[in-house]
């Protein structure tokens, strides 16, 4: 079993930065896939970004390539992600995923249906 734990979150103003963290227990960080995810009232969870488990490999979506970046520590059992010039849209719920990896699969997972595990979420909200 794997429990997240998120937080970071906050209200800023837009072009402001704001780093989110997702703890980790029950097992360690490697051998873990991570993910974040986002979601806003009567829509579908999105992808954001996503690390594999060497971190050698991310992965980000098209509205976050360039202002956010995604990490992870294996000795703090930690992943962060770095959001900088956040804008009106990014406002939502942020939550990290993780998913046991197969053997030595470095790939990076994007969907919801990839990952077993989830955090409870943490508010980001970006005001003018």
């Known amino acids: 079993q794997v429990q997240l734990v998120d937080s970071g979150g906050g209200l800023v103003q837009a072009g402001d930065s704001l780093r989110l963290s997702c703890a980790a227990s029950?097992?360690?960080?490697?051998?873990?896939?991570m993910g974040w995810f986002r979601q806003t009232p009567g829509k579908e969870r999105e992808f954001v970004a996503g690390i594999s488990q060497s971190s050698l490999n991310t992965y980000y979506a098209d509205f976050a390539k360039g202002r956010f970046t995604i990490s992870r520590s294996n000795a703090k059992n930690t992943v962060y992600l770095q959001m900088n010039s956040l804008k009106l849209e990014d406002t939502a719920v942020y939550y990290c995923?993780?998913?046991?990896?197969?053997?030595?699969?470095?790939?990076?997972?994007?969907?919801?249906?990839?990952?077993?595990?989830w955090g409870q979420g943490t508010q980001v909200t970006v005001s003018s």
């Open positions: 029950g097992r360690t960080l490697s051998g873990l896939h």
């Open positions: 995923a993780a998913e046991v990896a197969v053997r030595r699969s470095d790939t990076v997972l994007v969907t919801t249906s990839d990952y077993h595990y």
